[in-house]
């Protein structure tokens, strides 16, 4: 049966601006973005000093299911991702057992199917020996090379691989860019008495940026639509922003929040891969995600329990949970005159829909599925480690209060999520992809930024 929402007086973040306006949903679609006041609708929602984005997409996540339900599981991250205003999620395939062909592609999506409360995409993981399987992929967002920075099938580092990988398929790649004969090098000369602050020595600039350099190009040899995971260097951003319309890369909250100075009060729990590196690094990478260089903001969400963080290092795993709490991170910027709600809004919504091809999402436009949040921007909130609704149940971000909350979420016009609690278990919505829609450098109006 036919349902309809009416959200009215929203200040609404359009692809050409912000707007205080009214908005319908009809059967999980944007029916109007400047509807009448008096329009009648099944229900009413009254947003006056509210703000309406469209739905997070974050397309870097670590969801642990199948093999690593301890530490995750698509239930409760899917219930994270509400809380934090995340409407679709792209997970990684280095899941047990990982995601390298077709049939185990679909695992995960049954899996999703039957537990995930919001939108979902899976990536086929490359080897160095699946070549037929990444040709033939089909419903995935894109292939994912562990160029460094993983073991056993998924680390490709042969470079007679790569060209193939970039020569012979046609989706979409996206890269761990750390060069792993450099991390090997430096952790050689360090020794065996490693501490934590060696992890951003052993992971150090350097290996980031021969191995960006690397992929791209291969990428721009091969003219392959390509996409750089995690930009954590200064260094990176002159290769990055020279995107010859084939390149397009993000930036995660970690890479731009910590630096090797916080170490000593957060210790592993900060650690990660790529590694967290100076001060100077968070400010310039904020300033080429300001200025363009940088498109995308996601989250390499990627929890462990706080007993497997707080072992000794190297025996800690790197990863942090972050998907609940980094529009809010960027809200609370936006407060403080950092960035702009518009920007936002790209970032995290528009660029990834974008980039991934992904088919009537990321922006608030007549027809597009209606993935909504409704944000206050004046609320005032500390995160907590007890109410966070990730499986492990911390926050690297744990007593930092942040102005800006989502208040309401929607995902295909049905409330997941409102002041504070999980509200339904909505039907799962498996993402299309439309890889014919060229990427980042073509708007849906074949339009692009140069």
Known sequence: MAHSTLIKNATVILPTGRALTNLVIHDGKIASIDAPSTTSANDLIDATGLVLFPGLIDDQVH?????????????????????????????????????????????????????????????????????????????????????????????????????????????????????????????????????????????????????????????????????????????????????????TSELCPHHWHFNIDDYHRLGSLIQMNPSIKTKTDNQKLWQALLEGHIQVVATDHAPHTLEEKNQSYPASPSGLPAVENYFSLLLDRASRGECTWEQIASWTSDAPARVWGIVGKGRIEVGYDADLVLVNPNETRTIENAKQHTKSKWSPWTGETLRGWPTQVFVGGKTVYRDGKIETQVPARRLQFDHSLGGFWKTPNGVGPT
């Open 63 to 247: 969801f642990r299911e199948p093999g690593l339900t301890h530490k995750e599981d698509l239930l409760t991250a899917s219930r994270a991702c509400a809380a934090g205003g995340v409407t679709s999620f792209l997970e990684m395939p280095n899941t047990k057992p990982a995601a390298i062909n077709q049939n185990l592609i679909e695992d995960k999506y049954q899996l999703a199917a039957s537990k995930s409360i919001v939108n979902f995409g899976f990536y086929i993981g490359a080897t160095t020996t699946n070549i037929d399987s990444l040709i033939k992929a089909t419903g995935v967002p894109g292939i994912k090379i562990f160029i460094g920075s993983s073991t056993g099938d998924l680390l490709v580092d042969e470079q007679d691989a790569l060209e193939r990988i970039f020569a012979e398929t046609k989706l979409p790649i996206c890269a761990h860019c750390e060069d792993e004969m450099t991390v090997r090098q430096n952790q050689a000369r360090l020794g065996p008495n490693l501490t934590l602050t060696d992890h951003s020595r052993i992971r150090d600039e350097r290996a980031a940026v021969i191995a960006t350099r690397r992929a791209i190009d291969l990428a721009k040899r091969h003219n392959h639509r390509f996409h750089v995971l995690h930009v954590s260097t200064a260094a990176e951003i002159p290769i990055v922003s020279d995107h010859a319309n084939l390149i």
